[in-house]
């Protein structure tokens, strides 16, 4: 992978950006409506959840299925922009809430190769730090840089590519009402990373619990 990150305008149409926001808005509300009337489980996330581990009380969802769909639909266009061949890892949308923060990190493998897509509500400068030697993790905690990044602001439909994994990169406090994002992951396609297509998953489009059952080892 030559670039280290990538701006992509217009990665999906507006009308397709705008309709995917109103359906997370949806499915916030139903689960909403379900956990009120104790129609499921609270640690119930098959409709997702309200306990996201860098957000407390702010919706998201890992692998829902219209963003899993995006995921898939959109890998031919990131191998073009990539220049090889890509591995679906996962998808995970969120809608943020006024106050979030993002706070300076580096993702996981299954993130190597990450988009960030602005699908609706208020815009949300993210913050990218290019020099892929800062920011470290030390005896589990990450130790950040303290670079001042490259601002990137994206518009309806608008698609961030990068290096998950390599770049540090961070959002700082959310000043409007909501912000609807969904980031979409990819492995390069190596012999060596077959066994985290999906993320460990048999396919897409299946909760956090099935992961590690794709070659059967559960």
Not at 4 to 14: G, L, N, P, V
Not at 49 to 60: E, R, V
Not at 185 to 206: A, F, I, S, V
């Amino acid at each position: 992978m030559k670039i280290k990150y990538k701006i992509i305008k217009k990665a999906i149409s507006t009308e397709l950006a705008e309709f995917l926001t109103s359906y997370f808005f949806l499915k916030k509300k139903v689960l909403q409506t379900f956990l009120k009337s104790k129609y499921i489980s609270p640690y119930n996330s098959e409709w997702g959840t309200f306990s996201d581990s860098q957000h407390s009380n702010t919706y998201c969802h890992f692998a829902d299925m219209a963003m899993e769909t995006l995921l898939e639909r959109l890998k031919p266009q990131m191998e073009k922009i990539m220049g090889h061949s890509l591995l679906c890892t996962y998808s995970y949308a969120r809608l943020y809430k006024k106050g979030d923060v993002l706070e300076r990190h580096k993702d996981r493998f299954s993130c190597e190769i990450s988009t960030t897509m602005f699908l609706g509500g208020d815009p949300w400068s993210i913050y990218l730090n290019p020099n892929p030697k800062q920011g470290v993790l030390k005896d589990g905690q990450y130790i950040h840089s303290g670079a001042k990044g490259i601002k990137v602001d994206l518009k309806q439909g608008d698609m961030l590519v990068y290096r998950g994994s390599d770049l540090e990169h961070w959002r700082e406090e959310f000043p409007g009402e909501n912000c609807c994002q969904v980031f979409l992951h990819y492995n390069k396609d190596t012999p060596k990373n077959k066994k985290n297509e999906y993320d460990g998953r048999p396919h897409l489009g299946l909760p956090q619990l099935f992961k590690g059952t794709k070659n059967g080892s559960k």
